[in-house]
């Protein structure tokens, strides 16, 4: 007799779409298959209800004799200390499933492009711009990047400074070969240390998308049509093109926060009100990229954005360069230059320590105006829809009374009421179509930023790792457990290089917080104004009605 197959639920999830089911966390679930479907699988909850629940959700039940044990595949993904009705937060989600709701297809991500066969040397493009390779240790061993396909920073705050490459880099076992190309570099601002702007900066358009079939009609995908200003060349990109974008820029860059992309679904996903949302996602998505002085001009994101959507051989070998890049984790920090004077650690420090502070202030404010605004957008939508309306209707109803009178100086009262009714309705369908318009969008900068907010401790995380190395070597030197003081000078200088490029990266997202709040708050504002302003011009054009009544 075959033996069920059983999950636990390790997080609580909320069926949002037909087909779902919920479920509790630790409530067991019987699967009806250990294959997952694009990142979902399909089994019965507790209740006997059947569908789909995300597969990084549960850690499937092995039997052993009397003992139940979880499926490894399944039971490393960590808590977030969050009790979120909808996925992980998008960096766990994302990185974790290796199927996106687009149709993963394996002529597009197969093997042969995402490992170095045993023995093939590395390709630094001969022809290209001249490098040099750079070693941390005259015994450097040389990190190769993770050939996954979908990969992304660890969220365990334990080893973060570790898988990130922080301790290897701090340690001096980093070496890896940069070309002038790969140089970035951090100034001293004003404010302190800010990344080297783009002196090249452009921006890219994403145009509604189109829904397209492949194999004969048996599969369907949404395609997103991109512009790009410093190429005015357009190129078309599915979903997975961007969650494989994603995964190498969150594997390539430890201290940078790089913007989720918007969530996956594995139902409605050609849902008109679904594709619209998605592609404002993507929107902000790809604003705060062209923006930011290292992930716009970082290779894999311009072969991203120039590779012709017809030229898959071109396209093959961009992205099999990008997941053979060795410039990442711990090697990322070697391209960095950083101002001649070195940092005052403990400045530092306390910089770190209150930007922790203002992220869990910013945190807390974000969550509470999101619930807010959602809710004051679900009265409008529906509680002042239909109290306008039935207001309205009771005017109606007392000019249809009037009307009885049969009365001909009363016709033009009736009239007048009757139109007061109509405005009263009209004004109920303003309120239920405005959260579109002022709300929405706060809600969707508010989400796109807690996305930023969800990576910040993995970065601080691995910055305050390289200070507590720092301070390690400097009292094995007064212990005299290490022999020479120029180690520990190796230490400082390289701590040096992760706090300049964590306080660029703290300064760029203050000075685009700064730059999308304004802009969203005045946009705000202006659509209330108009908001309201309409409804006056309605009320005013009902009172003109009793003028000739």
Request: glycine content about 6%.
């Amino acid at each position: 007799m075959a033996k069920l197959l059983r999950a636990r639920a390790i997080y609580d999830f909320n069926s949002e779409n037909p087909g779902e089911v919920s479920v509790r966390e630790n409530e067991i679930v019987t699967l009806h298959s250990e294959k997952d479907i694009e990142g979902w699988l399909e089994g019965t909850n507790s209740k006997g209800e059947r569908g789909l629940v995300p597969a990084s959700y549960v850690e499937i039940l092995r039997e052993d004799d009397n003992n139940a044990y979880p499926e490894s595949r399944y039971a490393n993904v960590p808590s977030t200390g969050r009790a979120d009705n909808a996925f992980p937060p998008p960096a766990q989600q994302q990185v974790n499933q290796q199927t996106s709701d687009d149709d993963w297809d394996d002529d597009w991500d197969d093997s042969s492009t995402v490992a170095d066969e045993p023995g093939t040397p590395r390709d630094f493009e001969g022809n290209g711009p001249s490098g040099y390779r750079v070693s941390t240790s005259s015994a450097a061993r040389g990190q190769h990047p993770k050939s996954s396909a979908t990969v992304g920073r660890n969220l365990n705050r334990f080893s973060t400074f570790v898988k990130s490459g922080g301790e290897a880099f701090v340690l001096g076992e980093a070496e890896g070969f940069v070309k002038d190309g790969d140089k970035i570099c951090v100034v001293m601002g004003q404010h302190g240390p800010e990344w080297q702007e783009n002196p090249y900066p452009f921006t890219c358009a994403i145009h509604d998308p189109t829904k397209q079939t492949k194999f004969k009609g048996m599969k369907s995908y949404m395609s997103y049509r991109l512009t790009p200003t410093h190429t005015e060349q357009q190129v078309h990109r599915r979903y997975k093109h961007f969650d494989w974008l994603y995964a190498r820029l969150v594997e390539k860059f430890p201290v940078i926060s790089v913007p989720h992309i918007p969530e996956k679904q594995a139902t409605g996903r050609f849902e008109e009100d679904f594709i619209s949302k998605r592609r404002k996602g993507l929107i902000w998505w790809m604003n705060h990229m062209t923006s930011h002085p290292v992930l716009a001009r970082c290779d894999v994101f311009q072969h991203f954005l120039t590779c012709s959507s017809t030229d898959e051989k071109n396209w093959k070998m961009g992205k099999r360069k990008a997941e053979r890049d060795e410039l990442v984790g711990a090697n990322f920090f070697l391209t960095i230059s950083t101002p001649p004077a070195p940092l005052d650690f403990q400045e530092v420090e306390s910089k770190i320590d209150s930007f922790k502070s203002f992220a869990k202030r910013m945190d807390d404010g974000a969550l509470q105006l999101n619930a807010t605004a959602g809710e004051f957008a679900r009265k409008q939508m529906s509680g002042f829809r239909k109290e306008y309306h039935k207001m309205g209707v009771a005017f109606k109803v007392l000019s249809q009374a009037f009307e009885m009178d049969q009365q001909v100086y009363s016709a033009g009262l009736n009239r007048a009421i009757s139109l007061t009714g109509e405005a009263y309705e009209s004004i109920g369908d303003y309120f239920a179509e405005q959260p579109a318009k002022d709300l929405e969008p706060i809600m969707d900068l508010l989400a796109l930023y807690q996305g930023h907010l969800d990576n910040y401790p993995d970065i601080i995380h691995v910055q305050k790792g390289a200070l507590t190395k720092v301070k390690e070597s400097q009292r094995h030197v007064e212990e005299g457990k290490m022999e020479a003081a120029q180690a520990a000078d190796g230490v400082s200088e390289r701590c040096n290089i992760i706090s300049c490029a964590t306080l660029a990266e703290i300064q760029h997202f203050h000075r685009i917080r700064v730059r999308d709040f304004r802009a969203q708050m005045q946009h705000f504002l202006t659509q209330q104004m108009a908001f309201f302003g309409k409804i006056t011009v309605t009320l005013e054009e009902a009172l003109r009605k009793y003028d000739d009544a």
